[in-house]
Structure formats: structure tokens, C-alpha cells
């Protein structure tokens, strides 16, 4: 019985563990917010930086694309939104626990 639950506490600590690394990664973490003129002069917002491991780059995507009820997609590194999105997805991007400070708009 004891063994079952010292496993348990393994995972507990895994989880609590892996939620601090998290924290951290984007207190690091450097992102690069700009604006670029795709097909038919068509503005696009492009933010590259951000962690791509465990589907946090589509999450980040997906809540900034809901939040700021436009399309776009997450691949190569980088989430693409349609429009010029820049200062409204820092502002996004801070509440969801980005450094401020690590966040350059172009």
C-alpha cells in the first residue's frame, strides 16, 4: 500500500514540478510581435517566440484567435492572425503570464 501511494506523491510532484518549469519558461521566454503585408496587401500580425512544446503554441493561438474574434493558424514556430492585432495580443499575452518586459512589438 505504500508503494502505491509513494507513487502517487511522484506524480503530484511531476505535475507541481512541471507547472514551476512552465511559470518559468515564460518568465524567459522572448516573443516578437509584428505586422506583415501577406497576399492582396492583406495585413497578417505574426508572433514568434513562443514555447512550442506540449501544443502550447495552438493553445496560445487558439485563445488569441477567441479573443480577438479573427482567424489565423499556428505553425512553423509562429501563431499567424488576420489583421493588425499587435498591440491587442500583447495585451493578451500578458494576462496570460507572458513577462511584459519580454514582449517587443514592431
Request: glycine share 8%; hydrophobic share 35%; aromatic share 2%.
Amino acid at each position: 500500500m505504500s508503494s502505491a501511494s509513494s507513487d502517487s506523491d511522484k506524480d503530484i510532484e511531476d505535475v507541481a514540478f512541471g507547472d514551476i518549469l512552465k511559470e518559468l519558461d515564460r518568465d524567459q521566454v522572448r516573443i516578437i510581435i509584428r505586422e506583415e503585408t501577406r497576399r492582396f496587401r492583406k495585413p497578417t500580425t505574426l508572433i514568434m517566440g513562443l514555447p512550442n512544446e506540449r501544443g502550447e503554441l495552438e493553445r496560445v493561438a487558439q485563445e488569441l484567435k477567441k479573443k480577438l474574434a479573427t482567424g489565423g493558424s499556428a505553425k512553423d514556430g509562429q501563431v499567424i492572425l488576420q489583421g493588425d492585432k499587435r498591440e491587442d495580443a500583447k495585451k493578451l499575452l500578458v494576462k496570460m503570464g507572458y513577462a511584459e518586459s519580454n514582449i517587443e512589438v514592431q
